[in-house]
DNA sequence: CCGAACATGTAACCTGTTACATGATTAC
DNA sequence: GTAATCATGTAACAGGTTACATGTTCGG
């Protein structure tokens, strides 16, 4: 993906903050992080996750030191350079105020210009996945870290929002059940 | 990125809803489309736009017959497929509604791991940053087609909550300045 | 001792990015 | 005629995906 000002990938960030705010300091750790994260995010490959610590490892961000006792793999930490190119990522407000590629708002037009009986199931449908998701969210909200529960209320908000969306559609679609 | 149910990447739903819903009916706008609209996304490249437009001719999902009259270029259209595959993947509720990479959600518990300082300075550019995509997404409102203009409306309403939410941790922020 | 979970990585592939190259048409 | 815009593409590269390969440690 595109680097920004602040010199990191998406990704890239949220393993830096993994590492850092979330505490899961070996790649296998973050991988999993991300693997059962709430959202789907990013999959976690070991393709994606790996080479990216490597990066950042060359980069000088990451301090890699392989642990000694009995127990394999390495101890990660933010070096100096990291934690700056960290709160930088973090603060760029270019990069966290975009839309990035948000599905419902690429779709969120397109509802409305399916023929009335199609829209309907869509419409259900699609309530029906952001109430399970909603359900999932408030019911997980407690066993999260800081960072991950604030991520969880974000996303309950924004599942909100698209419930009413959807409920908004719905009516109209009511009052003009084909328009041709 | 990832194929879904409906086979499609978002890039290639997209394209097939520029066509087919706002009438752009060359590679070259569909290309401009992508580059001119409001929102980043994609940077509308080249060589992401005809590759796929490419590969979505070969799936029979596009019509291209070359325009004869004076004008080069090709006219682009969709197919039955075509249509029924952009449906399905306007309709897939799994992709609709997931929360995609979303910059904003994955800084939202971040903020609060700053020092004092660097988080009031952070909470203000971030606040200034939407504020000024609200102004430019409710003055170009009405230049815009039915479908981007709904994208517009969703965007209008996802930025006015994150500014909700930048407030509120300014508020948070003032009442607890420094958690050490 | 054996299977589950821990742990790390590579290889082939796909798609998007930038940057470049090329030519046709139109407005002046 | 020439500059801007229209129009189409390719090449090198970056970074993420799946799938595979490999070995370790620990609980029973």
Redo the contacts between chains.
């Keep these: 993906m595109?680097r920004h000002s602040s010199g990191l990938t998406?990704l890239e960030?949220?393993v830096l903050?993994e590492i850092h705010?979330r505490l899961n300091r070996t790649a296998f750790k973050v991988r999993r992080a991300f693997q059962t994260s709430p959202?789907?995010?990013?999959?976690g490959s070991a393709g994606a996750v790996y080479p990216a610590i490597r990066r950042l490892v060359e980069a000088g961000l990451i301090e890699s030191t392989p642990i000694t006792t009995g127990k394999k793999g390495s101890h990660l930490s933010l070096t100096h350079d990291g934690v700056a190119a960290l709160?930088d990522w973090?603060?760029d407000?270019?990069?966290?105020?975009?839309?990035?590629?948000?599905?419902?708002?690429?779709?969120?037009?397109?509802?409305?210009?399916?023929d009335s009986a199609?829209r309907a199931?869509?419409l259900l449908?699609?309530k029906?996945?952001?109430g399970e998701?909603l359900a999932r969210l408030t019911t997980t909200l407690d066993d999260l870290d800081?960072?991950?529960?604030?991520?969880s209320?974000?996303?309950i908000?924004?599942?909100t929002?698209?419930l009413q969306?959807l409920e908004d559609q719905t009516a109209q679609s009511d009052a003009a059940p084909d328009s041709k």
Excluded: K, N, Y
């Design positions: 595109t998406e960030g949220a903050s705010h959202s789907i995010e990013w999959s709160e973090i603060c407000p270019v990069r966290a105020t975009s839309v990035g590629v948000d599905p419902f708002r690429l779709r969120a037009g397109l509802w409305a210009t399916l199609r199931d869509a449908g699609l029906q996945a952001v998701e800081p960072v991950e529960r604030a991520r209320r974000w996303s908000q924004l599942q929002m698209r969306w």
